[in-house]
Nanobody
Framework: QVQLEESGGGLVQAGGSLRLACLASGRTFSKSNMAWFRQAPGKEREFVSASAWAFGATYYADSVKGRFTISRDNAKNTLYLQMNNLQTKDTAVYYC???????????????????WGQGTQVTVSS
């Protein structure tokens, strides 16, 4: 399994931007579909975006489509989430997650993922 560590969270005003990073250890990152989830206080963890290791395919939740961009640098074992036009409803702890290596497809259920980071807090003020 890969080990994951997020960074880049913080406090930002509504309309601002942040870029999250997720550094993966291990040799399977380049063959693992990855995703970002988030969890706001009192709410369930929800899917944000996913990136396939092959062909650069990506997938987004409707709530972030057009504002967030997921990308990855396999040479650096790093997954990114560029978040623009942030809104107060985006306030949450953001987690990166990995599917089992070589497993294909996009999944918005957290139970499908086998590796998780510790999370990074994103707070958007009005």
């Amino acid at each position: 399994q890969v080990q994951l560590e997020e960074s880049g969270g913080g406090l930002v005003q509504a309309g601002g931007s942040l870029r999250l990073a997720c550094l993966a250890s291990g040799r399977t990152f380049s063959k693992s579909n990855m995703a970002w989830f988030r969890q706001a206080p009192g709410k369930e963890r929800e899917f944000v975006s996913a990136s396939a290791w092959a062909f650069g395919a990506t997938y987004y939740a409707d709530s972030v489509k057009g504002r967030f961009t997921i990308s990855r640098d396999n040479a650096k074992n790093t997954l990114y989430l560029q978040m623009n036009n942030l809104q107060t409803k985006d306030t949450a702890v953001y987690y990166c997650a990995a599917l089992r290596a070589n497993r294909s497809g996009f999944y918005d259920s957290s139970g499908e993922y086998v590796s998780w980071g510790q999370g990074t807090q994103v707070t958007v003020s009005s």
